[in-house]
């Protein structure tokens, strides 16, 4: 096999492993695959953009500098109490340190998107998310 045949069998791996991956995404109603003319248009749906946000704070290794933290502070109502429980334990597992019931805080780097996030799931109004030194 040549270099050639080679790189031709990797693309079609590659290519089936990523028809795999779109094909379950869409099942799970994570992304929306459009067709235009000759063109496949993949976006993410708002499920799709609040697991990706959720996967990107989970794994980040980046520290903030210095003696900086990101804290997230929060006063949702009772009535969303469910919404309250939910957002509590994703911060446990994203490596928040609980403060105070209602204040978390990280080393790590992930202030942007976990403003993003907390806007996604439409808490906004009752959460922040800034750094601190």
Not at 68 to 95: H, M, S, W, Y
Request: hydrophobic share 40%; net charge positive; with cysteine.
């Amino acid at each position: 096999m040549d270099l050639y045949e080679y790189r031709q069998m990797v693309d079609g791996i590659e290519r089936a492993q990523r028809c795999s991956a779109e094909r379950r995404l869409k099942q799970q109603n994570l992304l929306e695959i459009e067709r235009k003319a000759n063109k496949i248009v993949l976006r993410f749906s708002t499920e799709g953009k609040i697991e990706l946000l959720k996967y990107v704070i989970l794994r980040s290794n980046r520290k903030l500098p210095g003696q900086q933290r990101c804290l997230v502070t929060f006063d949702i109502p009772e009535a969303a109490a469910n919404v309250r429980k939910v957002f509590r334990t994703f911060l446990r597992e994203a490596g928040f340190t609980q403060l105070h019931r209602s204040v978390w805080v990280t080393r790590k780097d992930v202030v942007g998107p976990m403003k993003l996030f907390i806007k996604k799931l439409q808490i906004a109004s009752w959460t922040s998310a800034f750094v601190v030194s």
